[in-house]
């Protein structure tokens, strides 16, 4: 079977990704000379400046699946892209805090809604023996936007003088434009054709093109099947397992300090005793080495599955965030630390990194789905700007070592977890998928 129509598809409807990284991992750039401009206290500075396009993603992603159900998943990926638009025009121009805020809030949105929208769609488009994969360029794009945004704040810092963090914010008008514009020649998802518009005709017809071997007829009875047999709302006790299963890997995504390290890295390193001016570069290598680990889950997660890249994941994140407590209690700190944190960024990147958004859009049913991974994303999403926020603060209350230490005893919890309860969904189709985890027969 020629996959070049999915292919495509899934690079447009994965760029979505690329922005997702970029504006979140960009304002790190922007942090300082924004906190100086506007001379913000801390608590205000985490709850308004940092965290409130996160506090959008969070609004986003709970009600994302409402628009992904009732528009389809892409028109609800096209207004995603005018979304990171007006927040990039917006912010890059803003004269004040508060207005500052309001446009990092609707890019947050975007992000949120991207985080459940992009997922579903390559999900019920691929192949089940490259789902994995195919789900992963999704991520792949995310790092690679955040691999963009360092390189991009580090050049623009150093050329564009006092109004940098201006261009750093506004340039991320370029590539949303871009990626709403291509995403209007992308096909709706056949499973939201049938299942949600009732358009049989068009979706055997989508069906057909995507994969001309496979069975239609047989294909559509088993997409009918699945959602009669699950009819149910979202929190009916049927679906206490996916549910469980989404609310704890997001949580540990998120409880590993990830965001924390990624929104703050120049903070870190310079409390690490780098000098201020080579923060920036400093922080790059996170970028890169995200993207390379990126890389390397994506080719592993169709091969040694979702569960073995987890605990591959897990073991890592504990070395290298115990390390990195060790380099601050120590005093080996300067780049012994920058080491240690792009170890972290590694372990994450080939674990949760690569399966997340993998998972959470896999394990719930047809009928579901949109819903389910608004809750998985959402999770996600409220504990990432809980943390932001409280960031600033957290870093004058407590020493690094005792921070770096509690995310180390999550991620041996994490590890538990993925030992005893984590199922493996590598190349079960969806439908299997609903059977084995909702016991259905």
Same mark, same amino acid.
């Not at 003088?161 to 914010?169: H, I, V």
């Not at 434009?177 to 995403?183: G, K, L, P």
């Not at 703050?264 to 970028?287: C, H, K, M, V, W």
């Not at 990194?353 to 896999?362: L, P, Q, R, T, Y």
């Given at each position: ?95 004040? +805090? ?88 992308? +096909?709706?998802? +056949? ?173 719930? +049913? ?64 969806? /439908? /299997? ?9």
């Amino acid at each position: 079977m020629k996959n070049n129509n999915i292919n495509y598809w899934v690079i447009t409807v994965a760029l979505a990704g690329f922005l997702f990284g970029f504006d979140t991992i960009v304002i790190s750039g922007a942090d300082q000379p924004i906190q100086r401009l506007w001379n913000t206290g801390e608590w205000f500075h985490g709850t308004f400046i940092m965290s409130m396009a996160l506090w959008g993603t969070v609004f986003g992603s709970l009600l994302g699946g409402i628009p992904c159900d009732k528009f389809g998943r892409k028109k609800t990926l096209f207004w995603i892209g005018i979304l990171y638009l007006v927040s990039a025009l917006g912010s890059s121009l803003a004269v004040e +805090p508060y207005s500052f805020s309001f446009f990092r809030f609707i890019g947050g949105i975007g992000v949120g809604a991207s985080s459940v929208a992009a997922p579903i769609y390559i999900s019920e488009i691929a192949p089940a023996n490259d789902r994995g994969k195919l789900v992963a360029t999704y991520q792949f794009n995310l790092v690679l936007g955040i691999f963009v945004a360092f390189f991009s704040n580090y050049f623009i810092g150093q050329y564009f003088g006092e109004n940098a963090w201006r261009w750093m914010l506004g340039v991320e008008a370029i590539p949303a434009a871009i990626y709403s514009i291509m995403v209007l020649g992308v +096909p709706n998802s +056949p499973r939201w054709l049938l299942l949600q518009k009732k358009d049989e005709v068009a979706a055997k017809a989508l069906l057909q093109k995507m994969n001309p071997l496979e069975n239609v007829e047989e294909k559509i009875a088993m997409l009918k099947t699945s959602v009669q047999k699950t009819t149910q709302s979202l929190f009916s006790r049927k679906y206490r397992t996916p549910i469980l299963l989404a609310f704890l890997l997001a949580s540990f995504n998120q409880l590993s300090g990830i965001n924390f390290v990624l929104y703050y890295a120049p903070r870190i390193f310079e409390t690490a005793g780098i000098d201020q001016t080579n923060t920036l570069i400093a922080s790059t290598p996170i970028g890169a080495i995200n993207l390379i680990f990126t890389l390397v889950g994506m080719y592993l997660i169709d091969k040694v599955g979702r569960k073995r890249l987890m605990l591959i994941g897990s073991f890592g994140y504990i070395i290298s965030l115990l390390g990195v407590a060790w380099a601050f209690y120590s005093g080996a700190e300067g780049f012994v630390v920058v080491a240690f944190v792009c170890a972290f960024v590694g372990s994450h990147a080939i674990g949760q990194g690569a399966v997340i958004w993998v998972f959470i859009s896999e394990i719930f +049913p047809n009928s579901v789905r949109a819903n389910g991974m608004s809750l998985g994303t959402g999770t996600h999403w409220v504990l990432a700007a809980i943390i932001t926020m409280v960031t600033p603060a957290v870093l004058t209350a407590f020493t690094p070592f005792t921070i770096f230490s509690f995310f180390a005893s999550m991620m041996f919890l994490q590890l538990l977890w993925v030992i005893f309860y984590m199922p493996e969904t590598k190349g079960v189709p969806l /439908e /299997e998928l609903q059977q084995e985890l909702l016991g259905e027969q």
